[in-house]
């Protein structure tokens, strides 16, 4: 027992090499070196289906795995030495949540004092050799702390105990004569009450917000299945009434109802997931909260709690839109349609109202009567950019309506001019979402359309004209046709050339729709819409043929 406790047991041989700890349970591997029975099994685990079984320390390697044995001879050593009271010793090796000695070399051991002047922490070995070049006990000693010079005042070398609220820093009780005279002034611990208040309050509101919009997000997934049962029991209804030659498309009707019902469920739950996830960070800064109101350290908690001083804030909750009985109103005017000519038409409406479900979700069925859908959510005033407009256009009416004759209007020179084709772009560049429409006359067409800033001015080639490029998106009416035209490629539309034409974009959504809209504007027809990504802002653009007028319409919102 004597001879045992004489040995130091700062040598290699009682500790693990893997954990560096006085060895628990110790095995002698073939090599000769010893480790802890679970470190050594740990460090097998890891690296067996890498390079096999080998020693950490020698790496030589053993095949097959050698049978691991406990060394009796070395676990009574240590077991005695345990008894002795080595581990538990002040000089052992600094834990992680301990302070480490600022002067031990190699392992660092466990600080238990710190002094406020020399900035440092000593364990016992070294604080009695501080102490003992300290005769004068001139320098002040505190409990061992972390980032000491973080919690001195540099200008009087004293502790942290009062916090400015004036200049909204940490300062010693001489600083309150010292720059600090006429502030603010609080003790620490009074400051940390009222953050840790603050904290919990804007904690809760935050809380309180998550389950409203979690409620408010049910309810909204309800309303969906709701709408989409009733349009589907709807159609139903109508869809009995055709003959056995459109019981196929009947069921076509059903799976579009039910297909969007699966869309915007699935968008709404994407929606409650990232909510979910909102709920779940709060619930993780609560929990960092919590633990952080148990120190009893002041300074520690007033610096760590920056990081939570501002959580997140819920992002605005998305928009979804869910107007199914408009929908449900085109459905049966369109079936009606559908039943009278049944032979003829059947393949062309159906079609139609496949597009009208997809697109028209947005419209509520409060719209009053002769309001054309989408003005209900962001009509814009389009106004045309005399900048842009081609010398032979001819702007009046405060530059909301367009007409090409035969004479140059000899515009001042321009780089945003275009040079060949009779085009005209409008004044503010869109990036949410907007509707507008225009009125047309005349006998040489016209084509209304979105572009980038950056499609091309000049030049006499077709690369300049709208839909002709990358950068624009037209609906082309000219020569007795409807013709969709982007990056040169055309669509032709069958549907007679409406007079008046109206156009939705939803930038972030990518959606593009255009539609033909009655004089009276109570009813409109979809006539082709666009799914795509824009990666700029678009500007309304427009073509005039010779011999035609186009006109900008004012739109009356009525949920202003």
Known sequence: MAAAATISVDEDQFSCPVCLEILRDPVTIPCGHSYCMDCIKGYWRKTEHKAGYSCPQCRRGFNPRPVLARNTML???VDKLREAGVQEAPHGPAKAAEVDCDVCSGRKRRAVKSCIKCLASYCEVHLKQHNERDRSKTHRLTEATRHLQKRVCSQHSRLFELYCRTDQQFICCLCTTDGHNGHHTVAALEERTEKQRQLEEAFRRSKQRSKEKEKELKSIMKYLKRSAQAVEDDSERICTKLIRSIERRH????????????????????????????????????????QLSHTEDHIHFLQKCKALCAPAELEELPCVDVHPYFSLMILRRALTELRERVNDVCDRELSR??????DEQSESDETPPGVPVHTEIDC????????????YLCLSEGNRKVSTGYESQHYPDHPDRFGSWAQVLGKEGLSGRCYWEVEWAGKGGIAVGVSYKGIIRLGGGPDGKLGCNSKSWILDLSDGLCTFQHNKNKLEIPTPISPKIGVYLDHKAGTLAFYCVSPRGDTMTLLHRVQTTFSQPLYPGFWVGLGSTLKLCPIYNFSA
């Open 380 to 391: 814009c005033e389009v106004t045309l950019d005399q900048n842009t407009a081609n010398s």
């Open 353 to 358: 109202i496949s597009d009208l479900i997809k």
């Open 75 to 77: 676990a009574d050593l």
């Open 251 to 290: 069921c076509e009707v059903k799976e579009l109802v039910r297909a969007e019902e699966r869309a915007a469920l699935a968008q709404a739950e994407g929606l409650l997931e990232g909510l979910e996830l909102q709920i779940e960070d709060h619930r993780r800064r609560e929990n960092e909260l919590e």
